[in-house]
């Protein structure tokens, strides 16, 4: 039981990691090359993670400031709210007496 949790938590970490590579701000974008409708996507999927480590690292954003406008905004929000608004579906319900 204790070698499962432990290689939960290992690929809980590997994961993270991972995640961090394509977090908003990390200079993959630029004027020349913006981010589009498929990195907002990404970028609002991955809003959680690149807020907890932009708290560390100040040069890592929520959003990408390196953009092409409505259509990074329409897929960022759109992966925000389907993510959030996606997390309701895995509670459990208390059932009325």
């Known amino acids: 039981m204790l070698g499962r949790k432990m290689l939960q938590t290992a690929l809980?970490?590997?994961?993270?990691?991972?995640?961090?590579?394509?977090?908003?701000?990390?200079?993959?974008?630029?004027l020349a090359?913006?981010?589009?409708?498929?990195?907002?996507?990404w970028h609002g999927w991955l809003a959680p993670v690149s807020l907890i480590i932009g708290f560390f690292d100040r040069s890592i954003r929520v959003y990408e400031v390196h953009n092409t406008g409505w259509f990074y905004d329409l897929g960022f929000y759109m992966?925000?709210?389907?993510?959030f608004g996606g997390?309701?579906?895995f509670r459990s319900r208390k059932k009325k007496d």
Do not use: K
């Not at 090359?33 to 996507?41: D, L, M, Q, S």
């Not at 992966?79 to 993510?83: H, L, M, R, T």
């Open 12 to 30: 809980l970490v590997l994961l993270v990691l991972l995640l961090a590579g394509c977090v908003p701000g990390d200079g993959r974008n630029t």
């Open 87 to 89: 997390v309701g579906i």
């Open 79 to 83: 992966a925000v709210i389907s993510g």
């Open 33 to 41: 090359n913006p981010a589009g409708f498929f990195w907002g996507v």
